[in-house]
């Protein structure tokens, strides 16, 4: 496999089994994004906000991937609440 292929899928592997850690999850949407799965890697990011609402990284990439995918409003929904945690 890829090597990004493999560093995704022991991302996800890691972010299964510790949910809790942000990071882990961060880690995954970005190698999903990498290997052009936009659309999980927001996914994984929107569902990871609910477990980490204030978390700025997970914030900062999911700005970054919806306005990537042309979801400027989406993206921009997520700026303020971004704006409002780190102003």
């Known amino acids: 496999?890829?090597?990004c292929a493999t560093a995704a899928a022991?991302?996800?592997l890691a972010a299964k089994l510790a949910p809790a850690?942000?990071?882990f999850t961060y880690v995954y949407?970005?190698?999903l994004n990498s290997l052009g799965k936009a659309?999980?890697?927001i996914q994984t990011l929107q569902n990871a906000l609910i477990l980490h609402p204030n978390n700025v990284e997970i914030l900062r990439a999911l700005i970054s991937?919806?306005?990537d995918s042309g979801d400027v409003a989406g993206a921009g929904r997520y700026a303020e609440r971004l704006?409002?945690?780190d102003p």
């Open 29 to 31: 949407a970005v190698a």
């Open 39 to 41: 659309p999980q890697a």
């Open 1 to 3: 496999a890829p090597p």
């Open 10 to 12: 022991l991302s996800a």
């Open 65 to 67: 991937f919806l306005r």
């Open 21 to 23: 850690d942000a990071g």
């Open 83 to 85: 704006r409002a945690l």
